[in-house]
């Protein structure tokens, strides 16, 4: 059974870098899939942030492009987000989730992690 | 960016009645559509892939339809734990995105 984990900091400063990381049970993250963080702030929609496929080459939304890095760890199985300069708007649920891909394509975000709350305040 | 359009915003169904909620797309995104069901407090759902494929897991009563820009959720008889919110998201082209969602509630 694959599961994932979010881990990270419930409160950021504004100004300051978030940092999450996703632990994957279960399922290599080397195998031939997509890995990638969405967010949800309180009472809103879902955002896709970014996918990095297995083999490290990523994809982000143009929203805060500039401000993020998606990377892998397989020594660890698991992969991390990074998101800099946050401001109050970045305060969200965020999930890490397996993206599925075949034959050069991505497809549906398959399993998703409970999904961790942070909070950007002084 | 391609726009994803759902409708309605809120649905107001009774159990045992047919919901159908509409995603539409901005521009011909084929078949490459999912959708995923939330409730509160949870994580979403993979619910439906490539427009009309049922994921593991998902009753029957679940249906998908539709491509290029115009597709359709079903669910045939609500039952008391389908009360939720659902999202479609498009996987045709970077940056990926989702629909604003449709919640159904109790009528």
């Known amino acids: 059974q694959v599961q994932l984990q979010e881990s990270g900091p419930g409160l950021v400063k504004p100004s300051e870098t978030l940092s999450l990381t996703c632990h994957v049970a279960?399922?290599?993250?080397?195998?031939?899939?997509?890995w990638a963080w969405i967010r949800q702030p309180p009472e809103k929609g879902l955002e896709w942030i970014g996918s990095v496929s297995h083999t490290g080459s990523a994809y982000y939304n143009p929203s805060v492009k500039s401000r993020s890095t998606i990377s892998l760890d397989t020594s660890k199985n698991q992969f991390s987000l990074i998101l800099s300069s946050v401001t109050a708007a970045d305060t969200a649920d965020y999930y890490c989730?397996?993206?599925?891909?075949?034959?050069?394509?991505?497809?549906?975000?398959?399993?998703w992690g409970q999904g961790t709350m942070v909070t950007v305040s002084p | 960016e391609i726009v994803l359009t759902q409708s309605p915003a809120t649905l107001s169904v009774s159990p045992g009645e047919r919901a159908t909620l509409s995603c539409r797309a901005s521009q011909s995104i084929s078949s490459y559509l999912a959708w995923y069901q939330q409730k509160p407090g949870q994580a979403p759902r993979l619910l439906m892939c490539d427009a009309s494929t049922r994921a593991t897991g998902i009753p029957a009563r679940f249906s998908g339809s539709g491509s290029g820009t115009e597709f359709t959720l079903t669910i045939s008889s609500l039952q008391s734990e389908d009360f939720a919110l659902y999202y479609c998201?498009?996987?045709?082209?970077?940056?990926?995105?989702f629909g604003g969602g449709t919640k159904v509630e109790i009528k």
């Open positions: 998201q498009q996987h045709n082209d970077w940056p990926l995105t």
């Open positions: 279960g399922y290599s993250i080397s195998s031939s899939c997509f």
């Open positions: 989730v397996r993206q599925k891909y075949s034959s050069g394509r991505v497809f549906e975000f398959d399993i």
